[in-house]
């Protein structure tokens, strides 16, 4: 559970240091690299909320020129690879393949007959007068332009006849895979954009995953990679698995854009998906706890990413502001990794650990003060004290677990 935000981390530092009345007496506040990253004293970070989602889903579109004779299967139904889904009607299929024939053979035939003319147009312009010439041109140009014209619709309608052969020859329509159908397009639905839905959708089974969400505070605490417990709700089962993406590009809107827009504090959430090693006894729709975990395989310093402005010299030789081993301020080379844009962090591949302490660099700031650490471990309830110096009861702030509502885990 967080107790205390970054802005509170850096007043502490400044009014410490302002607050003291002799040089000797300067002190600076440092807190724990696992609390600003999210990553708890014991190697767990905070919990979210999820739901198990298929891993997949099969998207089945029908033919826009035929008819479906039956339908095989309803909502809710579970299919097997290679289940006949439903069947198309022969007979329309019939007669729309000899319409499409007999139209090939009335535009080749009009080919035939436009070839004809301009050979007869091309004679009679020779022996015209000069003044007759160009009339007989631009006859012969019309021609051309019918011949090629046509060429084109033959084109079209052999693909065409060539699609209907395809649909005769396969008018059991099957399942690709297992799974449950979960909607039926009967009525012709299109969406928002005019593009027609799927006939049949089917999710997947057997092989499920589990989505969350991430929001922009709690966002350091979770990455590609990270290995994740997850809980289910009614029993003590647990799952192993770990994050394979986070999609950082769709945040998630809100249901009422109005006040999202007023609202400059809102923070935004990101779906985040995890690959279970095992997914027994899970239920799709089935919701859970999601238990980032710090270690596990994982080496010391993997996983941490540091806000930016937690950094000094990044284009140089970067360095931290971080309590020695003597309890004093010092200043702490550091070695980084990639550059995560969206978050403002830096990964950390040396030189810092998620228990080592560390503040926000200020210009008051020098080696040797002494530090006062605070972390998770440090808050007394009612905020009474933390480690090495006291806090105003009006300091303390108390939020809820970082956790999304599980009212808002959905599809």
Known sequence: MRKISTILVLGLTVSAIAGCGSQSEEVAYVESVGMICGIGPVGLTDTFAGVVTPQSEKEIQKSGEEAVAELLVAVGDEVKADQVLFTYDTEQITLNLEKAKLELEQMKNTISVKQKEKANLEKEKNQASSDQK??????????????????????????????????????????????????????????????????????????????????????SAIAEGTPVLVHSRVDD??????????????????????????????????????????????????????????????????????????????????????????????????VLGEYQEEMDTYYIEDGLEITDYITFPEDTLEEGMTCVTYDEASFEEGGESIEGGVM????????????????????
């Not at 065409?160 to 099957?174: A, D, F, G, P, Q």
């Not at 012709?188 to 057997?206: A, W």
């Not at 806000?307 to 081993?325: F, H, I, T």
């Not at 105003?392 to 599809?411: G, N």
């Open 237 to 334: 089962l647990v799952w192993k698995g770990t994050v394979s993406t986070i999609d950082w590009q769709n945040p998630v809107q809100q249901d009422n854009r109005y006040y999202a827009e007023q609202d400059t504090t809102a923070s935004s959430k990101y779906a985040f998906y995890v690959e279970l090693e095992n997914d027994e006894n899970l239920m799709m729709g089935q919701h859970v706890y999601l238990e980032m975990q710090y270690g596990d395989g994982m080496e010391a310093g993997s996983g941490i990413q540091l806000p930016s402005y937690y950094l000094n010299d990044v284009e140089g030789e970067p360095w931290v502001w971080a309590q020695g081993k003597n309890g004093k301020l010092e200043k702490r080379e550091v």
């Open 134 to 219: 160009l009339q007989y041109t631009l006859e012969i140009q019309e021609a051309d332009a019918t011949i090629l014209e046509t060429q084109y619709n033959i084109s079209a309608k052999e693909k065409e006849i060539e699609k209907m052969n395809e649909t005769l020859n396969s008018l059991e329509v099957k399942s690709p895979i297992n799974g449950i159908v979960q909607s039926i397009n009967e009525n012709g639905e299109t969406d928002d954009y005019g593009n027609p839905r799927p006939y049949i959708t089917i999710v997947e089974t057997g092989a499920y995953k589990v989505k969350g969400y991430v929001n922009e505070s709690n966002a």
């Open 392 to 411: 105003p009861e009006e300091s303390v702030i108390t939020d809820e677990p970082v956790t999304v509502d599980e009212t808002e885990v959905t599809e």
